[in-house]
Each structure stands twice: as C-alpha cells, then as structure tokens.
C-alpha cells in the first residue's frame, strides 16, 4: 500500500511563504496525478492544485499566480510553494495521489498538515 506524507506546514505572517512537501512510499506503484487540497474549518475539502504524471497542472483560482505545484518523480514526492500567504489561506492542507498498482487504481490521501496565516 502506498502512503502519502505531508510536511512543511506551519504558522507565518501574511504576505509570507511556505513551501509543502508530499512523498510517496511503497512499491510497484506509479502516480497519475498528485495533488493539494485544504480544508478550513466548518468548511469543504477544496482542490488546490494538482500535477498529472505529464506535467499539466491545474489551479484554484483563488491560488492562481500565488501557488506553485511541481513534482520530482525521481523522489516520487511533490511540492507546493505558497507565495503571498493570505489569512484565508489557513487550513489543514492534504496531499492525494491517484496510484496505479497493476490493473488496480486507487486514491490515497494523506494525513495533512496544517497551515496557518496570521494577519
């Protein structure tokens, strides 16, 4: 089974920067897509960004311009670089992967990491 590894979240001040890293662990898996996702409480998990397995990637747009996924498969691991933090930013931000194994295709997330931009 493939586990999926956040870190990199913390606590800074509007305008800041943080940068989040995901690695993914296993064996005789591929990715297909990677992607960031955030829940802010009493509110819905939302889609941040995500990164398919040719490099096409995809962007809220309450992100666009500020936020930039990109992946080393070498390290199977990807990144959010988050410029220009906002308050509204502030969530617990999850890392999926969709995995092929074989025949068999799956979602897996991981625990999250929380994020937390003061004003």
């Known amino acids: 089974q493939v586990q999926l590894v956040e870190s990199g979240g913390g606590l800074v001040q509007a305008g800041g920067s943080l940068r989040l890293s995901c690695v993914a662990s296993?064996?005789?898996?591929?990715?297909?897509?990677m992607g960031w996702y955030r829940q802010a409480p009493g509110k819905q998990r939302e889609l941040v960004a995500d990164v398919h397995s040719g490099g096409t990637t995809n962007y809220a747009d309450s992100v666009k311009g500020r936020f930039t996924i990109s992946q080393d498969n070498a390290k199977n691991t990807v990144y959010l670089q988050m410029n220009s933090l906002k308050p509204e930013d502030t969530a617990v931000y999850y890392c999926?992967?969709?995995?092929?194994?074989?025949?068999?295709?799956?979602?897996?997330w991981g625990r999250g990491t929380q994020v937390t931009v003061s004003s």
């Open positions: 296993g064996s005789g898996f591929s990715i297909a897509v």
């Open positions: 999926q992967g969709n995995i092929n194994i074989g025949d068999l295709t799956y979602k897996s």
